[in-house]
């Protein structure tokens, strides 16, 4: 049974469609496709818990990768917020895919040996209400690494790596033991502890809502850039601190 969208979704998913981006030639070679997507949508596709969500084929020859400008970042955590949109993380998922985290300290300050590290008493941490010029904000997330760790640990091979540079991962094979979350550098991973509850006008149909028992993470939003877009965190950044694309 195929879900049906009111016209706030449409005027939603037609505008980050019409928002053009600028990426290598083979990618750009597929951005037609993601219209031909929304256009599906106008007619309704699968997009609803325990629906399959076919997941776009790797680009042949890309190399994807992604780079952030600490100095330009400036702790808005839009990033974080769109990320969470767009991929279908539920409230219950907390951090998000994208932690921004918070230091006391900017580049070029002189740091005093006598002032205590770490924790939430001198400055440094994830949580924090409101922006302040003093401090330097840093995000967080999944660095789609080389040779990633995660993969290696993982029992069924629920996660891989794509020849583009995406580590992905098989939510139909995963057994939810976590190893890959204790194998991950960044604690990039996060586990659906709990069924996922999304308001259904918020599911974005391109992505498939993860049943609880799994292990979720950034994709590099994989249904936008294997169809010529750039991810929504790059999208949504207002200093421009993100810049993603083809490495080759």
Request: aromatic share 6%; hydrophobic share 35%; with cysteine.
């Amino acid at each position: 049974m195929m879900s049906k969208f009111d016209r706030r979704q449409m005027i939603k998913i037609a505008a980050a469609a019409g928002a053009g981006v600028l990426l290598p030639r083979k990618v750009q070679a597929s951005a037609g496709l993601f219209e031909g997507i929304v256009e599906k949508i106008s007619q309704g596709i699968k997009g609803t818990i325990g629906k399959e969500v076919e997941t776009p084929l790797p680009i042949p020859g890309a190399r994807f990768g992604m780079v952030i400008d600490l100095g330009l970042c400036i702790g808005c955590r839009r990033c974080s917020y769109g990320c969470k949109l767009e991929n279908n993380v539920p409230d219950a998922i907390n951090p998000p895919y994208i932690m921004v985290l918070e230091t006391r300290y900017r580049p070029g300050q002189v740091i005093d040996e006598d002032m205590p590290v770490g924790g939430h008493h001198n400055g440094n941490g994830l949580l924090y209400t409101k922006l302040r010029k003093d401090r330097m904000y840093m995000p967080v997330q999944c660095n789609h690494c080389a040779e990633p760790p995660c993969a290696k640990v993982c029992p069924t091979k629920a996660t891989f790596k794509n020849p583009d540079g995406i580590v992905m991962m098989d939510y139909n094979k995963c057994i939810g033991c976590r190893y890959c979350m204790a194998a991950c550098p960044y604690g990039a991973r996060r586990f659906n502890w709990r069924k996922p509850e999304l308001d259904p006008e918020r599911i974005n149909p391109l992505v498939p809502v993860r049943t609880e028992g799994v292990v979720e993470k950034c994709t590099f939003c994989v249904h936008r850039t294997r169809r010529g877009r750039t991810t929504r965190c790059v999208e949504v950044c207002p200093n421009r601190a993100r810049t993603f694309g083809d490495r080759r």
